[in-house]
C-alpha cells in the first residue's frame, strides 16, 4: 500500500514512516516542520511540506498522490500549552483533521489510523484503564482528541470511513539503532528531560509531587516503546475495514514512577541527577497505566519493551550521540 503519514517528520510518526517502510509499504509524509524535523525523513521518502489548516494544499497532495490510506500524527501536544492557548490547539487539532478527513473523502481515501492519547480519560476512577471507561478530559489537548474521535465514531456509522483510534499512554525511548529519537525545540518528557541534566544541559529535574498514595509517593506512568507504538500503528492500518471504528489502549500495562525514571536514567547514564521537589500540579493524576488487553487479543500486538530500563537504554543512546537533536 502506499500510505500517506502526517506528522511523518515528529517523534512516533518518523519512528512509523521506518516500520511502514520495513513492512513493503509505500509512504509520503506532509509535515509543516514546526515540531518535526527534515532529518527524521529517510531522504528517498518525499516530504510535503504544508499545514493541515489549508485544505488546498491538501487537497493537491491527494491529488499528487493516489494514497490508499492516511496515519495521522500533525497535532500540538502539550498538555500545559493547550491550557494557555486552547484556540490554537482547537484549530490545529480539531479542525486540521476535519480538514484531512474531508480531501481523503473528495480522493476517496477511505482509511485513517489516528494518534489519540489517554488524555481522553482526564483522572480515572482506578486503574489500569480499558477503553469502555468513562472519557472526562481535563485539559483543552485531551478534549481535542476525544471530539476528533467521536467524529470518526460518526463517519464509521454512515459508512463513509474507517478508522482506528490509538490511545497512547506515554511514548518513550528511540530507534534502536540509535540514529532517530526523541527531538524537541522544547522538551517536556520525562525521560528526555532528566537525561538533559545527565548530559548537564539543565541543571536539575523537578518532582511535581511526592505525596501521592503511590509505591514511593510519586505520580506513576505508562511507559511504552516508540518503536512498540510504531508497530501497533502498522498493525491497526492491514486489519482496517472501511465503515468500521475501533479504539485501543496501547500501553505495556504497566506503571513506574517519577523516581523510578530518575533512577533507571542514573544507572543507565552512569550520571547523578539533580532533583528538587516541589508541589503537585493541578489536574496530574497519581497513577495513569493502561489495560492493553484488546489490543493485544484483536490485533495481535505485544510490546518487545516491558521494562522501564532497556527503554531508557535506548533514549540515552540517543541522547549522549544527540545532544542537540538533529542539529549536530
Keep these: 500500500m502506499k500510505i500517506l503519514v ?10 512509523c514512516v521506518r516500520a511502514l517502510r520495513a513492512a513493503g509499504h509505500e509512504v509520503v509524509v506532509f509535515d509543516n516542520l514546526e515540531q518535526g524535523n527534515r532529518q527524521a525523513v529517510p531522504p528517498e521518502v518525499e516530504l510535503v511540506r504544508g499545514d493541515l489548516l489549508d485544505r488546498r494544499v491538501l487537497a ?13 500524527f500533525a497535532a500540538l501536544l502539550n498538555v500545559n500549552e493547550s491550557v494557555s492557548q486552547p484556540r490554537r490547539y ?4 480539531v479542525l486540521g483533521t476535519l480538514n484531512l478527513v474531508g480531501e481523503m473523502m473528495n480522493a ?3 482509511k485513517l489510523v489516528f494518534s489519540s492519547s489517554c488524555a481522553i480519560y482526564g483522572t480515572p476512577l482506578r486503574v489500569p484503564i480499558v477503553e469502555d471507561m468513562e472519557k472526562k478530559p481535563i485539559s483543552p489537548y485531551g478534549r481535542t482528541k476525544w471530539i476528533v474521535e467521536m467524529a470518526l465514531m460518526d463517519l ?13 499512554f506515554n511514548a518513550a525511548g528511540a530507534a534502536a539503532d540509535g540514529s532517530i529519537g526523541e527531538a524537541r525545540r522544547e522538551e517536556y518528557h520525562l525521560i528526555p528531560v532528566v537525561l538533559q541534566v545527565a548530559l548537564k ?8 509531587g511526592t505525596d501521592y498514595p503511590t509505591i514511593d509517593g510519586t505520580a506513576v506512568r505508562d511507559y511504552v516503546h516508540v518503536e512498540d507504538l510504531a508497530q501497533a500503528h ?9 465503515g468500521e471504528f475501533r479504539a485501543y489502549n496501547v500501553g505495556t500495562g504497566r506503571g513506574f514512577s517519577v523516581r523510578q525514571v530518575i533512577e533507571a536514567c542514573q544507572r543507565v547514564s552512569g550520571c547523578r541527577i539533580t532533583v528538587e521537589e516541589t508541589g503537585r500540579r493541578e489536574g496530574d493524576p497519581a497513577e495513569l497505566f493502561a489495560n ?5 487479543q484483536e490485533l495481535g500486538w505485544q510490546p518487545h519493551y516491558r521494562e522501564l530500563e532497556p527503554i531508557v537504554e535506548t533514549a540515552w543512546n540517543w541522547h549522549r550521540t544527540h545532544p542537540n537533536g538533529f542539529d549536530v
Excluded at 464509521?156 to 497512547?168: D, I, P
Excluded at 544541559?201 to 511535581?208: D, Y
Excluded at 502498522?234 to 472501511?242: D, F, P, S, T
Excluded at 492493553?292 to 493485544?296: E, F, G, V
Aim: charged content about 20%; proline content about 2%.
Design 90 to 93: 482547537y484549530e490545529n487539532n
Design 201 to 208: 544541559q539543565r541543571k536539575k529535574i523537578q518532582i511535581f
Design 60 to 72: 493537491n497532495l491527494f491529488r499528487a498522490h493516489q494514497v490508499d490510506g492516511v496515519m495521522h
Design 234 to 242: 502498522l498493525r491497526a492500518l492491514e486489519q482496517l475495514n472501511v
Design 292 to 296: 492493553p488487553a484488546n489490543i493485544q
Design 6 to 15: 502526517t506528522g511523518g517528520a515528529g517523534y512516533v510518526g518518523s519512528h
Design 156 to 168: 464509521a456509522r454512515k459508512g463513509e470511513l474507517g478508522s482506528v483510534a490509538l490511545r497512547y
Design 108 to 110: 476517496e481515501v477511505r
